[in-house]
């Protein structure tokens, strides 16, 4: 097994999920990218040892089926990305900004867990069936 | 039955898809299949065969739909058909002052169908679908004033009692069919098996049976119920639904009647319900909640008779559940009525209508006095019956049950007082105008059924007496209206004078009554629905923080490392390693890494952008090295695109990314860095198991002969792995029709026209048709040389890019746009699966045909090209709904 592809793997690994992490969509899109050729490359680790290009009639090829696996996925990768840019893009022109922001009904989840108002709703919902039912 | 069921579905459907401005008297369109359903059920009257109809389903887990048509099931049938239809005419002129009143009565219709399955279901799944369903529809008929908060409330409630109560009836009926190794109701019955497993599911299925028909402690979701428009009270929570419970019981009863777990459950619930929702019912002031609890107690009374499983009894007991739902159902419309008029149902405002409405007053008196036991009714045959067998077969019972009927006429009495009495201390209850006959009618026709029934009792014995033998082969008895002189007689009348008596002071009664309750699981079901809620809060809180990078974070980490510690668990064996193939590949993979960190590190967006492509061309590279040339092309072409896709994006935005706190990139950059040793473990551990022989040998062999190419990548790609590639287009396909809908009307196309660049223009007439031709040589050759669909697509697509560099105003691809040509492409692939499922008999099998041209010679077509081709034209779409969705922000700048 080649250690320079599978160091390089990880590093494209490391950098693709740091950027992930990050809170500006497009750098969220780079770090997807970055991921995708990772993924890639770990294709091409699993292809073995380099050999001739695949063509018939020959021996020693490289192992084709990995690579057609890789092509697929390169052109996939790539459409993703396009989608992603375009919601990044779009994102962008509505709210001025190219961040996510915090998940607005998250925060009244927790806002909500924090104050049990849930609980009160719900006394109040009780209440008024009792109130209906000792009529 | 199975037609029955289906049809009224269908007919639900139907009801609820008309229009609104129908109105309620839309609602008569439900008559029909009522009528169908009161046709079908009198039609087998008198048929003392039973049939078996079966729907197969998921026919290997035992799951169909099994309905056994008996006697019982008749029974139940005719009276939601006839009880149906009665509430269907009283709605058609009741809902008029009701939001939505068709919608009401589709679900009413679909309700009927899930209540004949219930009646007739015999496996036991069938019968929990049903029975569920009938807990669903009653959910929605309950809550359809869905904008007070009560009737959401109130239909929440009543739908977490009997839908929690049918999951217990599953679970019973589960252990049971374990039990005796058939799902079949009937075989279970009839194999009556005992042992502690069977006392287990007894119990469960009481929980279901008793929850389902209000009994203590789960009464409490009944009255709460009643905010359902009335009709829906009359239909479900008096006569049918609530009877679900009382057939089951009925059903299992002759069984398991002697079973220990069984009686000592059924009865001293039945017989408390019975007292205490008697007592209840004569502390309310809502006529609607008086009934309520009076139904209670009947459906009390019904489980004590059912629940002995005593065969002299259960004549009179179908012959009682018969009369309660005639009579209890027209109850509710005369309420129904009363409010309607009136405005209210508080028997302490209501005063005098016995005296302007006088008809209604008669059918009042009627229904109730049949429910209640009063000769000469219906009420009175069927309670006689069962007190005459009942204190023969279980004196203490019996005598239990006597002083339950007095109980029973003080709040009837007191219901008519309330409802009719003319009261000194209350202003005369003005009423707008007389009821219409739809108000009045069908209420009248139920009681005169009652009436009918009582005094000609011969009329429905035959249909009593086989819903009996249905469930009880050796019951005995007939129904008498002069049941002779004895002690079923006196204890009758006896019960009836002092009910009388007592009811006639029913303020007093009120006043001598503590404020008793009834045993209530309300208080632990409040409390466990908040402690619920209370822990799900908590868990949300403790989890869902909002932030998109936390969510990414524990997705990536947890995915990475949970397999990684797994592995380093087993152990990892490591696999024969190499530094590297050549000097050239660690350089590339050198570059790559720097290129990498320097774009994690960078502050500018276009550097960053770049320096990806960059990672990607050294990746491109690598490819080169490895001996993939198909690959290498592929991955430098996308580079190119990707890259104009990014400055075409980026350039609207701000030069640098905003600093972010150091603490929190330090932490983003140690999760990429566990996850990125997590990877290189995962990748050692992988290639522990490599296999010694290449994945793709096996195809390196067949590629020339079976798929009549050289390019072995090509040939997977295109004819092995065809299927796999069409998925894969479509997803292509679905990215860019997604990026452009993305895009669409962000900014209008006001078209400032610019001149060409001239360099690159003129530079274009030639670059762009050369860069054409190779594509076509790229897509043509690419079966047995470099090349293929994908890459010729994107190279077509790069010579589009290069004419809209030069002129980003006009339309990249002249009048080719990238809607058509992806949906030709995608058709166009289909096509060729399509052609060789047709003609070799598989999807996308290929296949050539060879022919002479003048110049050319022999030449060989491969059906594989055209599915080469259709990739080809989605890729070029691809690349063109690049530009459009990204162009249309260039025109507004």
Known sequence: ?135 | MRALVLGLIGSGVLLGALPRRLGARAAWAALVPFAAVTVWAGARVGDSGVSVERLSWVHDLGLDLVFRIDGLAVFASLLIGVVGLAVIWFSGGYLDHTSRPTALVAVMLVFAAAMLGVAAADNVLTLFVFWELTSVCSFLLVGHEHERSYARASARQALLVTGLGGLALLAGLLLLADATGSTSIHTIVNQAPTGAQVSVALVLVLVGALSKSAQVPFQFWLPGAMAAPTPVSAFLHSATMVKAGVLLVARFAPAFGDHSAWRSVVVPIGALTMAMGALVACRRHDLKQLLAYGTVSQLGLLMVLFGLGEPTVTIGAVALFGAHALGKAALFMVVGTIDHQTGTRDLRRLSGLGRTMPGLFVIALLAAASVAGVPPLFGFVAKEAAIAALLDAQPLVGWLVVAGAALTLVYTVRFLWGAFARKPEVEPTPVAHRPGVPLVAPAGVLAGLGVVFGIVPGLVETLVRDAARAVEPVATGTLHLWPGLGVPLFASVGAIVVGVVIGMRPLRVERFLPAWRLPSGEAAFAATQNGLRRAAGWTAASTQRGSLPWYVGVIALSSLVVPTVVLVERGVEVPELTVASSVAQVLIALTAAVCAVACAITRRRLSAAILLGAVGANVGLLFVVQGAPDLALTQLFVEAVSIVAFVLVLRAQPVRYAPARRPLQVRRALAGLVAGAAVVLLMLGAGSDARPVPAGDELVERALPEAGGRNIVNTIIVDFRGFDTLGETTVAAIAALGAMALTAGLTRAGHVRRRPAPLLDTANRLVVPSMLAVSLYLLLAGHNRPGGGFIAGLLAGLAVVLRFVADPAAPPAGRVGPRPLIAAGLALMVTVGVLGWWIDGDFLASGYTSFTLPVFGAVKVFSVLFFDIGVFAVVVGLVIAMLESFRLREVAQ
């Open chain 1, 1 to 135: 097994m080649n250690v320079t592809l599978v160091v390089l793997t990880g590093v494209l690994v490391a950098v693709g999920v740091f950027l992930v992490l990050q809170r500006e969509l497009t750098r969220i899109v780079l770090g997807l990218g970055m991921l995708g050729h990772a993924g890639v490359l770990a294709l091409l680790v699993a292809d073995g040892s380099p050999g001739t290009p695949p063509f018939a009639p020959a021996r020693d090829v490289a192992d084709p089926l990995p690579q057609a696996f890789a092509l697929t996925a390169i052109v996939i990768t790539f459409a993703f990305a396009l989608l992603l840019l375009a919601l990044a893009a779009r994102s962008f022109r509505i709210h001025g900004v190219d961040e996510v922001e915090d998940d607005p009904e998250d925060a009244r989840t927790l806002a909500a867990a924090r104050a049990n108002t849930a609980d009160e709703a719900d006394t109040e919902a009780a209440d008024l069936i009792s109130e209906l039912r000792e009529r």
